[in-house]
């Protein structure tokens, strides 16, 4: 099993600052994929971001690219997603979730998640 744990959420003013970390306990060498979603009030969970293992290979969603970055410290089982310039269309409930890299941008690619962090960007 892999147990994931996120942190660093808050409420932050547009144009403020964030960092997300997910760390990741476990079976961790069954994980290849790091993915960020993110899930509004009344909308569908959405894919943000995603690294591979090796960190060599990113992956965003386009209306996060040049504002947010994902990144992962191998030698701390840790995940981050930094993120910049926010915006109040931003404000949901954020995800780490982990997989075997098969693919990256859909829910149905992580077989593991953590329990969601609030990110709330007021205006």
């Known amino acids: 099993q892999v147990q994931l744990v996120e942190s660093g959420g808050g409420l932050v003013q547009a144009g403020g600052s964030l960092r997300l970390s997910c760390a990741v306990s476990?079976?961790?060498?069954?994980?290849?994929?790091m993915g960020w979603f993110r899930q509004a009030p009344g909308k569908e969970r959405e894919f943000v971001a995603a690294?591979?293992?090796?960190?060599?290979?990113?992956s965003y969603t386009d209306s996060v690219k040049g504002r947010f970055t994902v990144s992962r410290d191998t030698d701390k089982n840790t995940a981050y997603l930094q993120m910049n310039s926010l915006k109040p269309e931003d404000t949901a409930v954020y995800y780490c979730?982990?997989?075997?890299?098969?693919?990256?941008?859909?829910?149905?690619?992580?077989?593991?998640w953590g329990q969601g962090t609030q990110v709330t960007v007021s205006s």
């Open positions: 979730a982990a997989g075997p890299g098969r693919g990256l941008t859909t829910r149905y690619d992580y077989a593991y």
């Open positions: 476990g079976r961790t060498f069954s994980i290849v994929a």
């Open positions: 690294i591979m293992s090796n960190g060599g290979y990113t």
